[in-house]
T-cell receptor, first 116, second 112 residues
Framework: GAGVSQSPRYKVAKRGQDVALRCDPI?????LFWYQQALGQGPEFLTYFQNEAQLDKSGLPSDRFFAERPEGSVSTLKIQRTQQEDSAVYLCASSLLRTENTGELFFGEGSRLTVL | GENVEQHPSTLSVQEGDSAVIKCTYSDSASNYFPWYKQELGKGPQLIIDIRSNVGEKKDQRIAVTLNKTAKHFSLHITETQPEDSAVYFC???????????FGTGTRLKVLA
């Protein structure tokens, strides 16, 4: 596809379940970001990959959150033992350039996670 | 920590009028300021950006101004149209970090 693709679009999980959210960036994009967007708020940075290397994971809220991009393309954000406060839209973005803040971020439509 | 404040949270204007959204940032080292438009159920989309070496940038009906001394920047939309209705986010970033710090958003409604 032409844009960033995320799946699933919607996920309902019971508290304590593990979830995995997938991101297919634009082909050839070096940089990949994950953001968390709570209802009525702006996106908050979670983690950044340059190709397969995770260069910044300072935004991950706890060790229950884990992200990977093993082949430098598709990325997966995994949340273990989900809690209600994890309910949010998880946005993936990719960028063509490798240098910080010199390239437009292209966002996917997000994965909306609801934890009951 | 780094923070971006955005005002107003909601804004209603008549079609054809202008809309102004203001943001203030806390990190004086910030040097890149993008604006994103987010429509319902969609991801944010870049509409304009400005770097700290310029004070103003314009693209058709959209303009952004930057005041580095006061650490604030603004989005100006002229001749608003119903399709401009969306949530707008400002953001700030600086060289050496991959984080974009987003504001809390402004819901713009353009009334026909």
């Amino acid at each position: 596809g032409a844009g960033v693709s995320q799946s699933p679009r919607y996920k309902v999980a019971k508290r304590g379940q593990d979830v995995a959210l997938r991101c297919d960036p634009i082909s050839g994009h070096v940089s990949l970001f994950w953001y968390q967007q709570a209802l009525g708020q702006g996106p908050e940075f979670l983690t950044y990959f340059q190709n397969e290397a995770q260069l910044d994971k300072s935004g991950l809220p706890s060790d229950r959150f884990f992200a990977e991009r093993p082949e430098g393309s598709v990325s997966t954000l995994k949340i273990q033992r989900t809690q209600q406060e994890d309910s949010a839209v998880y946005l993936c973005a990719s960028s063509l350039l490798r240098t910080e803040n010199t390239g437009e971020l292209f966002f996917g439509e997000g994965s909306r996670l609801t934890v009951l | 920590g780094e923070n971006v404040e955005q005002h107003p949270s909601t804004l209603s204007v008549q079609e054809g009028d202008s809309a102004v959204i203001k943001c203030t940032y806390s990190d004086s080292a910030s040097n890149y300021f993008p604006w994103y438009k987010q429509e319902l159920g969609k991801g944010p989309q870049l509409i304009i950006d400005i770097r700290s070496n310029v004070g103003e940038k314009k693209d058709q009906r959209i303009a952004v101004t930057l005041n580095k001394t006061a650490k604030h920047f603004s989005l100006h939309i002229t001749e608003t149209q119903p399709e401009d209705s969306a949530v707008y986010f400002c953001a700030a970033s600086r060289t050496g970090t991959y984080k974009y710090i987003f504001g809390t958003g402004t819901r713009l409604k353009v009334l026909a």
